[in-house]
């Protein structure tokens, strides 16, 4: 009774180590878990935009270039110098879109300037 007189913890502990405790809790959220749940949703998106013809490297290292890709089965087949292979979209480390698309991005601003030079 003397104990819950004080205002010490009648279970023996310290209400300062409860703090300490969810102090941890909330730098471990914001320095492992939200980075990694970021990360994750960047290279989601990378894999979503993926398309025919775009280059990539598969998680063992092999490099490719999409021949196809399925969203329904999550498979993608890449093209390795004539040969075919299959592999799960989480495979996928990184893609490079094809030089078209940004060659083609190149000379459409190259020409906008040259009209706005006129």
Known sequence: ????????????????????LVLMMVMMYFMVMRPQKKQQ???Q????QMKKGD??????????VIDS???DTKIVVLDCDGV???FNLSAIRTVEPTAKA????????????????K
């Open 1 to 20: 009774m003397l104990n819950l007189v004080l205002g010490a913890n009648p279970f023996g502990g310290n209400s300062s180590f409860l703090i300490i």
């Open 41 to 43: 949703q960047k290279h």
């Open 102 to 117: 940004t060659e083609t991005v190149v000379e459409e601003t190259v020409d906008e300037t040259k009209e706005e030079t």
């Open 45 to 48: 998106e990378m894999v979503n």
């Open 69 to 71: 890709v399925n969203n």
């Open 84 to 86: 075919y292979l299959k």
């Open 55 to 64: 280059q990539v490297v598969t998680i063992g290292g092999l490099h490719g």
